[in-house]
């Protein structure tokens, strides 16, 4: 199994959006480059 580890980035921030819908958006505290460095750093092939 491959696992594809995914950033939504909305207006430079890292969201997660409730089934598509940006009125149901979570927006987290972290820098969208520094979210992919982790992914990498954990091991990840593809972003």
Do not use: K, N, S
Request: charged share 30%; proline share 4%; aromatic share 10%.
């Amino acid at each position: 199994m491959i696992v594809y580890p995914a950033i939504d980035i909305r207006a430079g921030q890292c969201v997660r959006l409730v089934e598509g819908d940006f009125a149901r958006e979570t927006v987290y505290d972290v820098d969208p480059t520094r979210a992919a460095r982790a992914w990498l750093d954990a091991g990840a092939e593809w972003l």
